[in-house]
């Protein structure tokens, strides 16, 4: 029994899920044209809630699990078997864009909703899941629930890690709990045959080749730091020159630093995109410094090169004041498994749709379910490659040709699932 694939093709609406994602951006919407929904916010449990409905009216299952991630589920005919996958997040950077994340929950949800307009009852059941705080911008570090599901990380401490305002993500969980009595748990850990990330690229090369699809290859490693200087309060015009410890003095060499040694490294990307100081006044020598780091390079010998010019660079800068170094994330170099991305391939071209590996520059949930299952990723382009900001813009025939691959692709994956599982 094959896929009724062309049926199911003809029914992925184009305009069902433009107007799904206009209406998501309404939840946490800025004046700037993008949204501020961050991880477990009122905003978010909101858009969640629009989600559970949208799949209850179409008789489609809603679940959630301990870490807070939502499945919505389309029934196979043999639900005793592991299902297939897709999905991304709904939270977002403050003032971060309408299509990062969204794209591929809404994709994944228009391809269940194809599924059900063709007639067509997979083998084994579809989800669509939305990973709990994937963006790390209000619980540090991110992707806190693709690494609860794989056990990646314990729940316990996950619940722990509290936000800027000291309100744990354990806290945030049980409100949300509360917010959603009629969502059913499920296990974490649960058996899966496969996962497939649909995404915005959030860089430029496919626009630039003119590609509406990605057949994306792999994941490019990430280390994360945060950096603590410690040195002393004063009065800025009191304490001599000698006896001044001023952390954020000693921040900017070390920054200085890290800024020469990538720029020695070719293809090295390093941030400092956070910077808070102690007590922050324009006449007080800063007490403390606290400052993160991020590296990314395609190879991880170069990420460690940079890992040593850190330790050199905070031995170097710290003068009269005191350096910790903390390492919050550490992701090598992934390469998805080639029969992943051989079928994603093939559904492009079944789809009729031109497709181009490509190397993900950014992390997603798919690091981490690619340690508990085969998975891919389908990209697609955004304007001038910008993300993470509320210019964050796709073309509708962009987001048509990655939902259509995305359904080529679940299709084959639910009528011929890896590992060969199928009935
Ligand atoms: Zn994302």
């Known amino acids: 029994v094959t896929a009724p694939l062309d049926a199911i093709l003809a029914a992925v609406d184009g305009d069902r899920l433009w107007r799904r994602l206009e209406a998501l951006a309404r939840f946490g919407a800025t004046p700037g044209g993008g949204v501020t929904r961050l991880a477990l ?7 969640r809630r629009f989600l ?9 299952a809603a679940f959630s699990d301990a870490a807070g991630n939502l499945f919505l589920r389309l029934e196979g005919a043999r639900p005793d078997r592991p299902c297939v996958l897709t999905g991304s997040h709904v939270d977002s950077q403050p003032r971060g864009g309408r299509f990062d994340g969204a794209f591929g929950v809404m994709a994944g949800l228009e391809v269940l909703e194809a599924f059900l307009d063709a007639g067509a009852t997979p083998p084994v059941a579809i989800e669509v899941v939305a990973w709990m705080n994937e963006e790390a911008s209000r619980f ?8 609860a599901f794989v056990g990646e990380w314990d729940l316990p401490a996950m619940r722990s890690v509290a936000d800027g305002a000291g309100v744990t993500v354990g806290e945030a969980l049980d409100a949300l709990d509360a917010a959603e009595p009629d969502v059913p748990k499920r296990p974490l850990r649960r058996p899966v045959a496969c996962f497939v990330e649909a995404h915005i690229e959030q860089g430029p090369l496919l626009e630039r080749c003119a590609t509406p699809v990605g057949v994306v290859t792999g994941i490019q490693g990430t280390r994360r730091y945060r950096v603590t200087v410690s040195g002393a309060a004063g009065h800025a015009g009191t304490v001599p020159p000698g006896d001044r410890r001023d952390a954020m003095m000693a921040a900017a060499r070390m920054i200085a630093r890290i800024d020469a040694a990538a720029a020695r490294v070719d293809g090295m990307m390093a941030t400092c ?8 006044a324009p006449s007080v020598i800063p007490a403390e410094a606290f400052f993160s780091i991020d590296i990314r390079h395609p190879q991880d010998a170069a990420v460690e090169e940079m890992d040593r010019a850190i330790e050199q660079a905070a031995a170097a800068a710290a003068g009269p004041c005191e350096i910790r170094i903390d390492r919050i994330a550490r992701a090598p ?3 998805f498994p080639e029969a992943m991305r ?15 590996d ?3 520059a950014a992390g997603h949930d798919a690091r981490h379910l690619n340690a508990w299952c085969p998975t891919g990723m389908i990209f697609i382009p955004c304007r001038d490659g910008i993300s993470h900001a509320e210019t964050e813009w796709c073309d509708p025939a ?3 040709s990655g939902a259509r691959v995305l359904a080529a692709t679940l299709a084959s994956a639910a009528w011929d699932p890896p590992g060969g599982s199928a009935p």
């Open 41 to 47: 916010s009122a905003e978010e449990i909101a858009a």
């Open 52 to 60: 559970i409905d949208l799949a209850r009216a179409r008789g489609l």
């Open 140 to 147: 540090a570090p991110g992707m806190m629930g693709s690494k």
């Open 273 to 280: 995109g956070m910077l808070r100081l102690e007590l922050g």
């Open 333 to 335: 170099t992934l390469e």
């Open 342 to 356: 051989r079928r994603i391939a093939e559904a492009a071209a079944r789809a009729g749709e031109p497709a181009t």
């Open 358 to 360: 490509i190397f993900s």
């Open 398 to 400: 962009d987001v048509l």
